[in-house]
């Protein structure tokens, strides 16, 4: 009988930890020959997510908690879930309500077919348009820079067989990018589309600095890119300065008495050289920042509590 492990990562869900362990329960038990365990990850909510928890794994013992000593992000935590997981397949699904725990059926039946990776992705959504559009921009960038091609509109929302939870464990990185990390294992996956609902309860635990983290860390570990970019623009600039230069020797010469070349052009070539120097400079940066990360190896998380694990 397949054994199935549900993983739901959670930070101030109180509001709707109980509802989905309830929706995700129904799903799979009116699934005729699946065992299941949930096992929910609380990032130290300061809220009543972990009474919540507790209640849940002690009427049920399939209910398991790890409660971690501090918020370790929304990277880092999720994945260390995911890693304590047992079963013969990984759902992970976040706590929210804006994954559809129903979809868990269909995931199933395409694991049953031989798919080890089914992932779900989002075809339209209840979020405002800037932000689709924003979102839609990036996907557009990424297309082009990454090496590997990456799921559009995909959270990490999905099923994973062993064998390629197996491959996560042995990547072992401190800071992972989960949802491409997928994508460079290279197993052949089917797609499932879904509508993504606006909240029901709570707000968001994703701002713009999350956001943005995601956006670079998609750069940085699937593309080179940007770094090549930097060292043709260097050249090219470099190239352009020099031309002006002759150019202007020319002129003066020329046109001794007349030619006033003036200040503004000049402050506005500083400016824009200081510009295209801080940019690649910033670039660099993510890319030191994330091999420093991967020097540091700091444990994904630190457990502060079990529940149900004996």
């Known amino acids: 009988m397949p054994f199935i492990s549900v993983v739901t ?33 609380d990032n130290a909510s300061t809220d009543g997510t972990v009474a919540v928890l507790r209640e849940l794994a002690a009427v049920d013992e399939r209910v398991r908690v790890i409660v971690n000593t501090r918020n370790f992000g929304h990277l880092r935590s999720p994945h260390h879930g995911m890693l304590q997981a047992r079963g013969d397949a990984v759902v992970y699904i976040v706590a929210d309500l804006q994954d559809p725990p129903e979809l868990i059926a269909d995931f199933l039946a395409k694991w049953e077919e031989g798919y080890k990776v089914v992932v779900g992705v989002r075809s339209a959504s209840a979020e405002r348009p800037p932000m689709r559009w924003v979102r839609d921009a990036y996907y557009a960038v990424i297309e082009r820079l990454s090496e590997v091609p990456l799921v559009r509109n995909f959270t990490g929302f999905g099923l994973y067989d062993r064998e390629v939870m197996d491959k996560v464990r042995e990547i072992d990185d401190p800071y992972p990018y989960f949802r491409g990390m997928i994508c460079d294992l290279g197993y052949q996956r089917v797609e499932i589309s879904y509508f993504q609902p606006a909240r029901k309860h709570g707000l968001t635990k994703n701002n713009r600095y999350t956001l943005y983290d995601l956006a670079m860390l998609g750069i940085t570990n699937h593309s080179k890119v940007p770094l090549r970019l930097a060292a043709m623009a260097g050249f090219l600039l470099a190239t352009l300065a020099m031309g002006v230069s002759i150019v202007y020797l020319a002129m003066k010469l020329i046109f001794w008495n007349t030619f006033d070349f003036g200040l503004a052009p000049v402050l506005i070539g500083i400016y824009f050289f200081g510009a295209v120097q801080l940019l690649f400079i910033g670039i660099v940066g993510e890319y030191i920042g994330a091999i420093h990360t991967q020097v540091y190896h700091r444990p994904l998380v630190v457990e502060k509590e079990r529940i149900n694990f004996d």
């Open 9 to 41: 990562g959670c930070y101030n869900e109180e509001e709707n930890v109980r509802e989905l362990y309830e929706r995700v329960r129904a799903v799979i038990e009116g699934l005729p020959g699946y065992t299941h365990e949930h096992l929910f990850i």
